[in-house]
């Protein structure tokens, strides 16, 4: 017990070291972050100019202001700059107010024309720009996500407003935002091409990140298909809605969704989340599973559901700022009760959730990052904008970890069912010769009973011989058998130095005639396969029956490897060949992996695994239609 909690007091001293650089790490971070602005820009001849640090802001609530007005207020010094205390100088989370920007810069005598002004955040509802040269009339243009993508003079995913700029010129702008959502106005200058290729470099990230969610959703989908478990499917909506939402918040779904429906490309940020919160409840309620109970929080993530649920309908229909603000501060409760509920779920070391707690925890900690953000509590960089893209990346790089954890715990439960299995079949034939015995004791009293007695326990031991080491219904060897010779043919090459190979066959095409025909005739084809394996190989070798339509075959002595191929290659001819079964003739397809000890392995497990990879690595992209 004192080195158990000798163990434990050093993971917590090291816990906390890891705690401590990680706040000194934030810390530094933010104190840059908010370092003082320069007060004057120059525009001259570089690429790109980020322009929100440079911004003057004023926060006006009631009645709107005309540009007079914000001109006239701004000579007062209404307008001020952001202080060091303050999370993001043009981020403003949630709020109602009407935001005007303000800011002056000159141009330098070689400054390019044409420019490209961005404001990076998709969501704002409303975006007006006003510009003119010092003394001037000011030039208005209008943006925002009211506006149908297909009526925006620029086709893209951020506001973009076009400048014609002049050397050696002062300018003005003003920039009028209003928003429902979160009011972040991340503002830059680009010269058109530094814009696209940008844009190339972003573009590129968004489809990978998209093409990823999208795998795991139609991988998901088919997991749920295949093992009927509703956790599967209730995390398919889970990520879909997801991705909706951080698709509106990236300015995509008016791009490729809803091009001429402002109004879904307006609600889509909240309400994607919303949803995506609503499964997510129910997906960690059922993942959790025991955890929140035996915490009395079972209540917990019901009660979160229903409160993203109501939130859908309130951005719906009552107000899109209350369904914002409802849907930050419950992803906010969520992070924080899921990742207590399952850093206890992970501390008592349930099988199967390691990773799989680690990938929620990484998403629970990207939303907590997004609602800090919209809140106004942490600044607008790359980072934080795009939380929930790091966040969910990060998910399915560990829930492809998670999975292969799970199918791990399945199977060492299988093996130990195995084991208790053929405990059971020693103890009855312990049983067995005990009986034996006895009856051998008494030979000379009934001698012709015991004759009898004998060969009846001699066609027992048989059979359940028989059983244990071959295959009901092809009469192959099965796992036992094949794990047994496997070993003697390890020994027997390190004694001898002789080589032997290890061939994974795998059936293709086996569901369909199961579906088709049905399972007398797939029995059928699985015998007559067997037949087909077993006339080939010699009478050293061992064929062998592991799994529904799955064969193992162990070739002692071998030859080169070019022999092994031509063999392979022999027995693939030999299987595809049609099968008169039931008035048809049936056509099924074999992917055979191989390896040779011990030029590609120096184990069994290995050698398994390394043949297992070449079969599945084989097998079509699609399964052919069953003549």
């Not at 006003?130 to 996500?145: F, K, T």
């Not at 027997?492 to 080589?499: A, C, E, L, M, Y």
Request: net charge negative; hydrophobic share 45%; proline share 3%.
């Amino acid at each position: 017990m004192q080195i158990i909690e000798g163990v434990r007091q050093r993971k917590f001293l090291w816990d906390a070291r890891r705690t401590l650089l990680f706040c000194v790490f934030c810390l530094t971070y933010l104190v840059a972050q908010h370092a003082p602005a320069q007060t004057e820009l120059l525009i001259d001849n570089e690429p790109h100019y980020s322009l929100s640090t440079h911004f003057s802001a004023l926060q006006h609530h009631g009645v709107g202001l005309t540009l007079e007005q914000a001109i006239q207020l701004q000579a007062q010094g209404e307008f001020s700059k952001a202080d060091t205390l303050s999370a993001s100088v043009t981020n403003f989370g949630l709020t109602r107010a009407q935001v005007w920007l303000y800011q002056g810069f000159t141009t330098g005598n070689s400054v390019p024309e044409r420019w490209i002004l961005e404001v990076a955040h998709a969501s704002l509802d409303s975006v007006d720009l006003y510009i003119a040269p010092e003394g001037s009339s000011y030039l208005r243009q209008h943006a925002g996500d009211l506006v149908p993508f297909v009526d925006k003079r620029f086709p893209h995913r951020h506001h973009l407003f076009e400048l014609q700029l002049e050397p050696d010129t002062r300018y003005q702008i003003f920039i009028k935002t209003s928003s429902a959502g979160t009011l972040s106005v991340p503002v830059s200058l680009w010269q058109p091409d530094a814009l696209w290729a940008e844009d190339q470099f972003s573009y590129t990230f968004l489809s990978a990140y998209y093409g990823l969610l999208g795998g795991l959703m139609f991988y998901n989908l088919f997991l749920f298909l295949s093992l009927r478990d509703k956790l599967y499917l209730i995390y398919v909506a889970f990520v879909g809605f997801l991705a909706l939402g951080q698709a509106g918040l990236a300015g995509l779904t008016g791009q490729f969704l809803w091009p001429s429906n402002a109004m879904l490309t307006h609600l889509s940020p909240t309400g994607g989340v919303a949803l995506a919160g609503f499964f997510g409840t129910l997906f960690a309620q059922r993942f959790l599973g025991s955890t929140p109970r035996s915490l009395y929080m079972h209540w917990v993530m019901p009660l979160l559901g229903v409160v993203f649920a109501l939130c859908f309908l309130i951005t719906l229909f009552v107000s899109y700022f209350a369904g914002a603000v409802i849907v930050n501060v419950t992803s906010l409760l969520f992070a924080l009760s899921a990742l207590i509920i399952g850093g206890v779920s992970l501390y008592r070391g349930q099988p199967g959730a390691r990773f799989f707690v680690l990938a929620w925890v990484s998403l629970l900690v990207s939303i907590l990052v997004m609602a800090s953000h919209n809140l106004g509590l942490l600044p607008s960089n790359g980072f934080t904008s795009n939380a929930l893209m790091f966040g969910s990346a990060a998910e399915m790089l560990l829930l492809s970890l998670a999975l292969a954890d799970r199918i791990n715990s399945m199977q060492r439960a299988q093996d130990l069912a195995q084991q208790e299995a053929l405990a059971v079949n020693r103890k009855m034939v312990d049983a067995l010769r005990e009986s034996e015995r006895r009856l051998e004791s008494r030979v000379t009293e009934r001698t012709v009973e015991l004759k009898q007695a004998n060969e009846e326990l001699t066609r027992n031991k048989v059979l359940l011989e028989e059983q244990a080491n071959h295959d009901a219904l092809t009469g192959l060897a099965n796992r036992k058998l094949l794990n047994d010779r496997l070993e003697q043919a390890q020994l027997r090459s390190q004694r001898t130095g002789q080589r032997f190979a290890l061939m994974v066959a795998d059936l293709d095409r086996f569901k369909q005639i199961n579906d088709r025909f049905g399972h007398m005739a797939g029995d059928q084809v699985l015998v007559e396969v067997a037949q087909r394996l077993k006339a080939h190989l010699r009478e050293v070798d061992t064929v062998a029956r592991v799994g529904g339509d799955e064969f193992v075959l162990l070739l002692e002595s071998v030859g080169s490897r070019e022999a092994m191929q031509t063999l392979q290659h022999k027995l693939l001819t030999e299987v595809i060949k049609p099968l008169p079964i039931g008035g048809h003739d049936i056509s099924v397809g074999m992917s055979i992996g191989m390896a040779v000890y011990p030029d590609d392995a120096t184990n069994a497990e290995n050698l398994f695994q390394l043949a297992d990879k070449q079969m599945y690595s084989l097998k079509p992209d699609a399964a052919s239609k069953v003549d």
